[in-house]
């Protein structure tokens, strides 16, 4: 497996390091090479990933939704791999952890070990933030008529509107949701904490895989100056961008290859994000 190190601008410690892994989609299911989804060949991938990261002094790793590509029997095929991690794992959802038999829709968040379907900690000086990014959707709502046809309402008025994002395999997040980040951030400001949000669809740049409320939720982030990064999943390609002080890190999607692994660790310092990407996932610095 490659791995990829930028050399460090200088020896100082990081403030916080930590380890991302983005979309496995686990399934036992044949490869579809035209859509680049290898589904079975990420339990292995997320073995390695675990192996190279527990080697590694990280404050959690944090998995950026779709752990697995559809059925419930199969989050019990990939989360024992997390158990064995000597780190704290961290899950949030995505929206193919959502393909699952109706009856088990509502248990979605605990069964990824969630306190709740949006939340918030602190963590060595830094307030991280956990959207659920799936709330508002066609797919996280089939079992609730009210809810789905809310949502369903949503996605007609962004394809009336012409939005490149009104795809129904998109999703967004309630007013409620919305202000409570808003609130969450503003305690951290006042209490002068920096702030790092994750969530599972691009925020920014503009694209046809960003969630709904895309614009809206990038503004918000980006007028609070200590908001250093979104970080997401989603677009297996991934992205990059930078709004007001705040950087749109998209993380490459662990599923798209046979064999080669795509997982990074991600280091915050007073001056700059370092990002030391390994296999197809890119290392880059991110000044602050």
Request: net charge negative; glycine share 6%.
């Amino acid at each position: 497996m490659r791995s990829s190190y930028l050399p460090r601008m200088s020896r100082e410690n990081p403030l916080i390091r930590f380890g991302v892994l983005a979309d496995p989609q686990y399934a036992p299911l044949p490869p579809r090479p035209t859509l680049n989804r290898h589904y079975q060949a990420s339990k292995a991938k997320i073995a390695q990933a675990l192996d190279v990261l527990d080697g590694e002094d990280l404050a959690f790793i944090v998995t950026l939704g779709d752990l697995i590509d559809r059925g419930w029997e199969n989050f019990d095929e990939v989360l024992p791999l997390f158990d064995n991690s000597r780190h704290d794992c961290i899950f949030l959802p995505g929206n193919h952890d959502f393909l699952v038999e109706p009856e088990h829709l509502p248990k979605v968040h605990e069964k990824l070990r969630m306190p709740a379907p949006y939340h918030h900690f602190a963590r060595d000086g830094f307030r991280f933030v956990i959207l659920d990014s799936c709330e508002e959707s066609l797919f996280a709502t089939a079992h609730d008529p009210d809810r789905r046809a809310q949502a369903g309402d949503r996605l007609a008025r962004l394809e009336a509107d012409g939005a490149i994002n009104a795809k129904d395999w998109n999703a967004g997040i309630s007013r409620t949701q919305f202000e409570w980040l808003r609130n969450v951030l503003d305690h951290a400001a006042w209490d002068g904490e920096k702030v790092v949000i994750m969530g599972h669809y691009p925020l920014y740049p503009d694209g046809d895989h960003n969630l709904w409320d895309s614009a809206e939720v990038a503004a918000l982030i980006a007028s609070y100056s200590n908001v250093v990064a979104y970080l997401n999943g989603h677009q297996h390609t991934g992205n990059l961008g930078q709004l007001g002080k705040s950087w749109f890190v998209n993380f490459k999607g662990m599923v798209d290859t046979p064999d080669e692994n795509a997982f990074a660790v991600m280091e915050i310092f007073a001056d700059r994000i370092e990002i030391i990407g390994h296999g197809r996932e890119e290392s880059r610095i991110l000044p602050l």
